[in-house]
């Protein structure tokens, strides 16, 4: 199964919440009490711990936010393989209807190799 993170798939939900944090580690957000430096403390497959610290000093808060990891949605090489499966039994199903149909018509091309070039 695995777990999405951006444009990546991972294979525990504690690794799709480590890339997920890790987009936020340095940043600087704006908040009520001013300017803070974001960092991660710790991440596991439910939270994520944030410590912000304040640019212009002070003291420093965490926050532990609660994650769900989205289940990975993205196409893998198995679905690449069923969809080619699928494109190919249509071909073949059109392909059968098509011969079916000239044969019902009589069309001489259905008879065989012996029917070609001949007008």
């Not at 300017?35 to 711990?49: E, F």
Request: charged share 10%.
């Amino acid at each position: 199964m695995g777990y999405q993170a951006g444009n990546a798939c991972y294979p525990t939900g504690a690794a799709a919440n480590t890339a997920t944090a890790s987009g936020q580690v340095g940043t600087v957000k704006e908040t009520g009490a001013g300017l803070v430096v974001v960092n991660v403390t710790s991440v596991d497959d439910t939270t994520i711990t944030y410590t912000f610290t304040p640019v212009a000093g002070g003291t420093t808060t965490t926050a532990t936010m609660a994650v769900t990891p989205t289940v990975c949605g993205m196409l893998e090489a198995s679905d690449g393989i069923e969809l080619g499966w699928m494109v190919g039994g249509v071909w073949i199903a059109v392909s059968a209807v098509l011969f079916i149909a000239r044969a019902l018509r009589g069309d001489e091309s259905v008879k065989g190799a012996e029917g070609y070039g001949h007008a």
